[in-house]
């Protein structure tokens, strides 16, 4: 090939290399995380960000902030996942996680200025998070038989987030009691905790459901809006007429022919709401079509009647109150009819609602979440959201730690103390880990108005001598104290996803050397 160059890049591809990289690379991350850090912890701002088409939404939640951004940047790109990580995984800690690997990468920055290699600081890096976690372990207190606790870490995921009026001590025992609701011996069945949103009441209207609500009206207006006790079918089928007995090719020839088409259309029209009047059935659930003739026998029967059901909803019912799903009326079998205490449909603005309660097998309940404004509504489920994650968090892994940057203080503290021991180079980077990690305390400190490097220096020292101490907000600053005697507890679960991400995240960037992007 001699000295010819050798193309492997088409012309409009882009590269940059080596420190260009790198320092570009970790400035796109740091700008991300930088974006999200003023709305850490209870006195965090809130943003209002509004899309192209001028949706606006407003929003306390780090990784709702950094959904809505329109963000490009490769790097800034992994900052996005690891908070989408971190909200699938948890439901909470998104600032946390995000803001986390910002700092991780920017004392990677000063690291690679002193020349430390990338392959030290990802070593370090890696045994720096295995010591955070080994830390969160040791701090970890028992949570799941306690509801008091539970209640706090639900309170604790909520601070910051706007509630309206509705006390935060309520919703979270709210949340609590729905979580407990659907435990059983096999854990928690997350998804059958609904939270459904409904704008009209003040949101200290918000109330637990033992069932599911689905918007649905009945078929026709003259059947019953409400039944106790109910027995209820659901059909994946068609109520109408499955052959067509008047067809078009044949000739009719007398008026007798006409009718005795026209009386086994009814007939079988009829046949629906006969066949269900048969069984103990009080309420037809039906995913496909309700003839009108069909709908008004069923109404003569005073079987309630719900029609063109979406999948989602059917599901929802049949899982609430133990029904299977019927495909045939030729094969109607009463174990596969389900039940509810009570079963009503109520007016709601411009909504009709069907409240499915209390079941035989009920397994589903349903936070109903009422607000005066669409804003406040969006973000009192968000927090209602996060809140059901990390009590559910709480009780599959057992664990909770101090919050407030508490927890912090103490990892920082324990890898600190690690790092001592450890050879060469990989020193700094452990130590470097240790630094970022006070990021935590830091920002809550300066978000709740106090001098951020006074507040360390305080926290480190009452840590030592008493164990926990983190950032307390107090009137119109902060202070620090103990933050279980304020009850703000975090579960370890997101501790543990926040360390393990951000880490991730910032030693896959770290790695870099090398950009190259193709339009
Ligand atoms: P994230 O998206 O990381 O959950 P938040 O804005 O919810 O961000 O802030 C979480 C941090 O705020 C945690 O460290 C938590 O312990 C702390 N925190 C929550 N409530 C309080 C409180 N009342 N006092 C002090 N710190 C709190
Ligand atoms: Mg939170």
């Known amino acids: 090939m001699g000295s010819q160059p050798m193309f492997i890049l088409s012309d409009d591809a882009e590269r940059s290399q080596g420190q260009d990289a790198q320092q570009s690379n970790i400035a796109a991350g740091k700008a991300i995380s930088e974006s999200v850090r003023t709305t850490l912890g209870p006195k965090g701002m809130d943003k209002m960000l509004v899309s192209d088409s001028g949706d606006v939404v407003i929003t306390n939640d780090g990784a709702t902030i950094l959904q809505e951004m329109d963000i490009e940047h490769p790097a800034a790109q992994m900052i996005v996942e690891v908070a989408e990580t971190q909200e699938e995984e948890i439901g909470d800690g998104t600032t946390t996680a995000s803001v986390l690997a910002g700092q991780l990468l920017a004392q990677a920055e000063n690291l690679l200025d002193d020349d430390v290699h990338p392959t030290v600081i990802v070593e370090g890096y890696n045994e720096a998070s295995r010591l955070a976690r080994e830390s969160i372990e040791e701090m970890s207190i028992d949570a799941d038989v306690d509801d008091d606790l539970l209640e706090q870490v639900a309170e604790t995921s909520m601070t910051g987030k706007g509630t309206g009026g509705v006390t935060p001590e309520r919703l979270a025992e709210t949340i609590v009691e729905a979580v407990r609701g659907v435990e059983s011996a096999e854990g928690i069945e997350r998804e059958d905790v609904h939270v459904r949103t409904q704008v009209g009441a003040s949101s200290t209207a918000t109330e637990l459901i033992e069932g599911v609500?689905?918007?649905?009206?009945?078929?026709?207006?003259?059947?019953?809006r409400s039944v106790e006790d109910a027995t209820i079918g659901v059909f994946d089928m068609d109520f109408d007429i499955r052959e067509a007995n008047v067809d078009a090719e044949y000739d009719i020839t007398d008026i007798d022919q006409l009718n005795d088409a026209i009386d086994a259309e009814e007939g079988e029209l009829r046949s629906y709401a006969e066949t269900l009047a048969e069984t103990d059935i009080d309420v037809a659930i039906v995913t496909g079509d309700v003839e009108d003739r069909a709908a008004a026998y069923l109404a003569e029967e005073g079987i309630l009647t719900f029609e063109s059901v979406s999948d989602d909803d059917a599901a929802a019912i049949s899982r609430a109150t133990g029904a299977t799903a019927i495909g045939s009326l030729a094969d109607l079998d009463g174990a596969d009819f389900g039940h509810a205490e009570d079963l009503s449909v109520e007016s709601f603005a411009d909504e009709e609602l069907l409240f499915v309660e209390g079941g035989d097998a009920a397994r589903s309940v349903t936070v109903l979440v009422r607000g005066g404004t669409e804003h406040l509504i969006d973000e009192l489920e968000r927090a209602i959201d996060d809140a059901i994650d990390v009590v559910t968090a709480a009780i599959e892994t057992g664990g909770v730690v101090p919050g407030a940057g508490a927890s912090e203080i103490a990892i920082a503290s324990h890898i600190r103390d690690r790092a001592a021991s450890i050879e060469g180079?990989?020193?700094?980077?452990?130590?470097?880990?240790a630094d970022a990690i006070d990021?935590?305390?830091?920002?809550?400190?300066?978000?709740?108005?106090?001098?951020?490097?006074?507040?360390?220096?305080?926290?480190?020292?009452?840590?030592?001598?008493?164990?926990?101490?983190?950032?307390?907000?107090?009137?119109?600053?902060?202070?620090?104290?103990?933050?279980?005697?304020?009850?703000?507890?975090d579960p370890a679960a997101v501790k543990h996803e926040a360390v393990e991400s951000a880490t991730e995240a910032a030693t896959m960037i770290v790695r870099i050397d090398d950009v190259i992007s193709a339009d």
Request: no cysteine; glycine share 8%; proline share 7%.
């Open 213 to 224: 609500i689905v918007e649905d009206e009945p078929a026709r207006e003259d059947m019953p």
């Open 425 to 433: 180079r990989r020193q700094l980077a452990v130590e470097a880990y």
């Open 439 to 489: 990021i935590v305390p830091r920002t809550l400190a300066s978000n709740v108005g106090m001098d951020p490097i006074d507040a360390l220096v305080e926290l480190r020292s009452r840590h030592d001598s008493e164990g926990r101490a983190g950032i307390i907000a107090e009137g119109q600053t902060g202070i620090v104290d103990d933050p279980m005697e304020y009850g703000v507890l």
